[in-house]
């Protein structure tokens, strides 16, 4: 286990619940048609591994959802939760498909879910996306009627920008429950939530950001290039010219990260629980989760946050 800072336990927006600075995102797992669950050694005892490793490095947060690998995500943790030598927080989300049009296909929706992950309760129940046509009160009275049925200790949202997060903390609050976060797509390669106040809001009103894709899929790693684009999918949102200009942000990762004897990767993520998010990067295998974890147990200083902020301002 690393040797973690007293940082590095936060609290789950305004609930005693604490969770590490870092989770990880349960995205990949179960998920066959984006990341090649099944093939190349992504095996459930691979997955197994990884969450393992992740909670023995001081990991104690996940993230998952019903849309991950159609359910198998959730069940996949649910089969290996019992064999967890350590306690874990467990995050979830409903997705508001259009035919879904009442309060009660939430509380539906999150029974399933509680089925797949073998528990009667989760730590934190969060709406997937703000889609149309269902109003956000409505949806936050969704949540508010699963706290109050035991069914979540805490709610929060995902993909919300800043009015949107607004809305849904007031509806929360005419409930008496708190909004406890919101899970945005937040990096060096994204940072809209920064520029357009949402971060700052979230810390001056003790909503936990929740960072999804803090390493840009995998191009912050450095494992990619203009010569070497991501597989799949993923190659034609990230694809050369892109890869181009990233190219001096991944060349300053790296030299960070030789100073602090760690990788571009570790760097990236510090960078995300710098700027007061708590970022939930994959984890395909045993490797993987224990470089994740590696971003713990130590900060950049406010010169480097500083001069790879500058360095994503060019892209």
């Not at 090649?36 to 197994?48: N, P, Q, R, T």
């Not at 890869?243 to 993520?269: D, G, Y």
Request: with cysteine.
């Amino acid at each position: 286990m690393n040797h973690l800072l007293p940082e590095d336990r936060i609290y789950l927006g305004q609930s005693d619940i604490q969770i590490s600075a870092l989770g990880v995102g349960a995205w990949a797992w179960g998920d066959r048609m984006f990341w090649g669950y099944g093939k190349g050694g992504f095996s459930d005892a691979d997955i197994e591994a990884a969450f393992k490793a992740s909670l023995d490095a001081g990991v104690n947060f996940v993230d998952t959802a019903e849309m991950y690998g159609r359910g198998r995500s959730e069940q996949l943790i649910g089969q290996m939760l019992p064999r967890m030598e350590r306690p874990v927080v467990v995050a979830t989300k409903f997705f508001p498909w259009p035919y879904r049009l009442t309060r009660g296909r939430l509380l539906a929706a999150l029974r399933k879910s509680l089925e797949r992950l073998r528990l009667q309760q989760v730590d934190l129940y969060q709406i997937h996306w703000p889609f149309p046509p269902v109003p956000i009160e409505t949806w936050m009275q969704a949540l508010a009627d699963a706290v109050e049925q035991g069914l979540t200790r805490t709610v929060g949202v995902s993909n919300y920008n800043l009015q949107q997060t607004k809305r849904a903390q007031a509806a929360l609050a005419a409930r008496g429950i708190p909004l406890a976060s919101n899970q945005v797509q937040y990096s060096l390669l994204m940072r809209k939530p920064e520029r357009e106040g949402l971060l700052d809001y979230c810390r001056e009103h003790r909503i936990t950001l929740i960072a999804y894709s803090p390493l840009g899929q995998g191009v912050l790693t450095g494992k990619y290039s203009a010569d070497n684009p991501p597989p799949g999918l993923r190659g034609r949102r990230y694809n050369r010219s892109y890869l181009e200009r990233v190219s001096p942000l991944l060349e300053l990762l790296r030299e960070i990260a030789s100073a602090h004897h760690c990788t571009p990767a570790q760097v990236a993520l510090n960078w995300v629980i710098c700027k007061g998010a708590v970022p939930i990067p994959g984890a395909k295998n045993e490797r993987q989760a224990i470089d994740n974890a590696g971003a713990l147990g130590w900060r950049l200083s406010k010169e480097e946050v500083q001069a790879l902020d500058r360095a994503s301002d060019r892209i």
